[in-house]
């Protein structure tokens, strides 16, 4: 029994190095790590892709394939994560692993990147509003910054400069809603139905 127990343990540890951050030595993490970048890309070029009517019409059925494939492989990424957790975080107890691992903000993003998916299944009535938190699984894209050292340091970079970017951003969005303003006081008049508020402009 306490040799089995010790085999389930290593094999718990040995998948939690395998989805976690993978080092040049382990190709089975680096692959690992390839395999998951790939599919959050193809489910959101496939999820980009059908809101073109064309596009779809054409390709549908492959974009609901690819969805539903690429959701299945989050779900199983998640529950990975789920029985890793203790491991990954270096807790001592599989309750203090989990809560942490759900409380994060990747256990946030991994859960709603695949539970709104499957929830119409049992709450048909909320089909619309389960369909608006799919778009939470764009955010899995920062793993991918993680996952590349070029991209990891963009990310320190950002992190690093984000008093001076918040201040640009700011800058933008009111010379945005200045020069909104500036259009619906000139073409009001003119196009009454296009620019009906001061919001029109922008669009």
């Excluded at 050292?149 to 200045?178: C, Y």
């Excluded at 909104?180 to 009906?196: G, T």
Aim: glycine share 4%; net charge neutral; proline share 2%.
């Amino acid at each position: 029994m306490m040799k089995a127990n010790r085999k389930i343990e290593w094999y718990r540890r040995r998948v939690a190095r395998v989805i976690e951050i993978g080092s040049m030595d382990d190709w089975l993490s680096r692959a690992y790590d390839f395999l998951l970048t790939g599919l959050i890309v193809l489910n959101l070029v496939a999820s980009v892709l059908s809101t073109f009517d064309e596009i779809d019409a054409a390709c549908g059925a492959v974009f609901d394939h690819v969805e539903a494939f690429t959701v299945a492989c989050f779900a199983v990424d998640f529950v990975l994560r789920l029985l890793t957790a203790k491991y990954i975080y270096g807790e001592e107890s599989e309750l203090r692993g989990l809560r942490r691992y759900l409380c994060s903000f990747n256990g946030i993003v991994d859960l709603l990147s695949f539970l709104p998916y499957y929830l119409p299944v049992f709450f048909p009535a909320g089909a619309v509003a389960f369909r608006m938190f799919r778009v939470v699984r764009i955010f899995r894209l920062f793993r991918i910054t993680a996952y590349y050292d070029s991209l990891s340091a963009i990310a320190e970079v950002i992190i690093g400069k984000k008093q001076q970017l918040l201040s640009s951003v700011f800058i933008l969005m009111v010379l945005m809603l200045a020069s909104s303003l500036c259009m619906y006081s000139v073409e009001h008049e003119a196009q009454p139905e296009v620019f009906r508020n001061a919001f029109s402009g922008i669009w």
